[in-house]
């Protein structure tokens, strides 16, 4: 497995920072969707009726699709043809799938009560149309994401200073994107600004989650028009290669045959060396301790916290509402530290001894803030019991000042390892892969797949598990957290001693700045 393949030419031009500039910002549009994905979703499929512990099956899309999709779009984008370029044939077709899926899902709740779906209770076909347009979702956003990396690597050419800004202004506009999309999932009355979004079928909370993805679709089609209009292609053949500005580079001496696509995946993980393996287990290993937390964060807020409930009286589903509002804030305070976080990289690198140890230190971090959960729960509950107002009028209150202000203290700190997270794993395969002698033929995006590999198979565990281990301790969302404590404290011991650090003459600016 290389980053820089037989098939992409070594000497060629990096393209004007602006250029890269507009190609990075449909990370904000494609983290924009992420991010009410993350916030609302979860909720959303309980209002339908799917019971909490099987609320997880619905996420196992994203997991499946990043396993087979990422890789298979990168592998086809690295061996396309088309006059319009490499890149941009699959981004365009990400931002269509992307409009028809966010359709699907804002109106499940109205086209299955126009084919029957009861008005209380589960709502069947609803949850049917959900499905879809949540499977296709993942599945287009995970089209959009390998050939945008791709893309920018294209772009910044042989020049590893433009490679390190191009996927630092990748970063930035993720966190963008959080921002806007935890921003505008955490604002109640969101709707009012298309009315015609609540509907008899759909209430206010399933209006405002319609808007959300209307504003975020509407992001997202513009930035992708923009770059993909600025940004001029070339055709690529495997016989003569192109930097995307135009320059011709010949490539004679080296016509790979066309090799198919699985024996492609095998070839690169046989040939990955040791340091790789370790890398792919620590990776593996933190997101199963991230996982559960993205999956139930906000759910966490509305049930342990705010002690509602998703199908509940009216009373414990305002509360709900109230505690996942809540949560989506937290979440955006969490994007906040994030994009900051990562503008500090390599001075955080240099202080703590190297990458591999600042990833082993916010992995404890991390394990530490999931151990927090408890403590705040239990806090909260213990009020509720206490709350002799509460019991004696049946009113729900929301918990006190200091134990909202501890949940958001969490959220807002997971920001940091968050930002290792997204940042300093993708460096270090790219640096491992060139340095490593590998005669492997992966080409840019294939590469990229192969490493989202031991971020998906994570998170298919969680996703088929999660709910059935919670229900097994008695339900809610601690034991899932729990295990992910774990799981990052042995992630980040993992990496602190069985890591090693970069190869010698790899700075840490490259690390830190990398995202690929």
């Not at 009410?36 to 997880?56: E, K, N």
């Not at 993720?174 to 609540?198: E, I, R």
Request: glycine residues 10%; contains cysteine.
């Amino acid at each position: 497995m290389e980053v820089e393949s037989a098939r992409v030419p070594t000497a060629e031009a990096a393209s004007p920072l602006r250029k890269i500039i507009s190609v990075a910002s449909i990370a904000a549009g494609i983290q924009f969707g992420w991010a009410l994905q993350l916030s609302l979703l979860t909720p959303y499929v309980q209002l339908l009726g799917i019971p909490h512990q099987w609320s997880s099956l619905i996420w196992l899309c994203g997991p499946v699709s990043g396993m087979i999709v990422q890789p298979l779009v990168g592998y086809h984008s690295d061996n396309c043809t088309s006059r319009f370029g490499r890149r941009k044939p699959f981004i365009a077709a990400g931002a269509v799938l992307v409009a028809i899926a966010v359709f699907l899902i804002g109106y499940a709740a109205d086209f299955g009560h126009l084919i029957g779906d009861p008005k209380e209770g589960i709502k069947t076909r609803a949850i049917g149309f959900f499905v879809l347009g949540f499977w296709i979702l993942d599945v287009a956003n995970n089209t959009l994401q390998g050939p945008c990396r791709a893309l920018l690597a294209d772009l910044s050419g042989s020049e590893h200073k433009k490679t390190r800004t191009a996927n630092a202004f990748f970063s930035f506009f993720m966190a963008v994107g959080n921002v806007l999309g935890y921003a505008a999932g955490s604002y109640t009355n969101l709707f009012h600004m298309l009315p015609f979004t609540a509907t008899k079928s759909c209430d206010v909370y399933c209006a405002n989650l319609k808007t959300c993805f209307f504003i975020s679709i509407a992001l997202l089609v513009i930035v992708t028009i923009i770059a993909l209009s600025y940004v001029k292609e070339k055709p690529w053949s495997p016989e003569q290669g192109k930097t995307v500005d135009g320059d011709e580079i010949t490539d004679a001496d080296e016509k790979p045959a066309k090799t198919p696509f699985f024996l492609e995946i095998f070839t690169a993980l046989k040939n990955l060396e040791r340091p790789m393996w370790i890398l792919l287990m620590v990776t593996a290993l933190n997101w199963l301790a991230w996982f559960p937390f993205l999956l139930f964060d906000t759910d966490w807020m509305g049930k342990e916290v705010y002690g509602g409930t998703s199908g509940g009286t009216p009373e414990q589903l305002r509360v709900y509402d109230h505690g996942v509002r809540a949560g989506a804030l937290g979440l955006m305070l969490n994007a906040i530290v994030l994009g900051i976080t990562s503008l500090a990289i390599e001075p955080l690198a240099r202080w703590t001894g190297g990458v591999q140890r600042l990833w082993g230190i916010v992995n404890f971090v991390l394990a530490i803030c999931l151990a927090m959960t408890v403590l705040v729960t239990k806090l909260a509950e213990a009020h509720r019991r206490n709350d002799v107002i509460m019991n004696a009028n049946g009113h729900l209150f929301p918990p006190p000042s200091g134990i909202k202000a501890g949940a958001l203290a969490i959220f807002t700190i997971l920001g940091i390892p968050q930002a290792i997270t997204f940042s300093v794993p993708f460096a270090l395969a790219s640096i491992f892969c060139k340095t490593s002698g590998s005669n492997s033929s992966a080409g840019q995006g294939l590469s990229l797949g192969v490493l989202n590999l031991a971020i998906v198979v994570p998170q298919m565990v969680v996703s088929l598990l999660g709910g059935p281990f919670d229900a097994l301790f008695g339900g809610g969302n601690l034991p899932a957290f729990v295990f992910g404590a774990v799981a990052a404290a042995v992630s980040g011991t993992v990496a602190i001693t069985l890591l090693p650090s970069p190869p010698p003459g790899v700075s840490t600016k490259a690390v830190a700045g990398g995202f690929h």
